[in-house]
């Protein structure tokens, strides 16, 4: 059975940092679409980041781009969110997915069906 386990969610302060981990079992995501993705309290889910198999290229959404980087570890069959500058608009649950898409414009952040298998998340909040 799949699963996919975040952790690294916490509290810090607008302009701090965290780094999320995504760590899979019974699954390869060296050979997987990996996204992230979160939802604050009243909103609803948005994608974050996503990056190609075997590293081929990474896509932001705009409100995070420059401040978060998503990058995989295939030795430790684990998924990263490194994320900078954090403001109190990034408070959310974070989700980590994982997906079989191959093509480069669905394996996509803002294409949330081409992900199947998904995490329980983990929180993060950003006080001012």
């Known amino acids: 059975q799949v699963q996919l386990v975040e952790s690294g969610g916490g509290s810090v302060q607008a302009g701090g940092s965290l780094r999320l981990s995504c760590a899979a079992s019974e699954y390869s995501i060296a050979s997987a679409c990996m996204g992230w993705f979160r939802q604050s309290p009243g909103k609803e889910r948005e994608g974050v980041a996503s990056?190609?198999?075997?590293?081929?290229?990474?896509k932001y959404a705009d409100s995070v781009k420059g401040r978060f980087t998503i990058s995989r570890d295939n030795t430790k069959n684990s998924l990263y969110l490194q994320m900078n500058d954090l403001k109190p608009d990034d408070t959310a649950i974070y989700y980590c997915?994982?997906?079989?898409?191959?093509?480069?414009?669905?394996?996509?952040?803002?294409?949330?069906?081409?992900?199947?298998?998904w995490g329980q998340g983990t929180q993060v909040t950003v006080s001012s």
């Open positions: 990056i190609m198999p075997y590293n081929s290229g990474t």
């Open positions: 997915a994982a997906g079989d898409q191959w093509r480069n414009d669905l394996c996509n952040f803002a294409v949330s069906s081409s992900f199947n298998y």
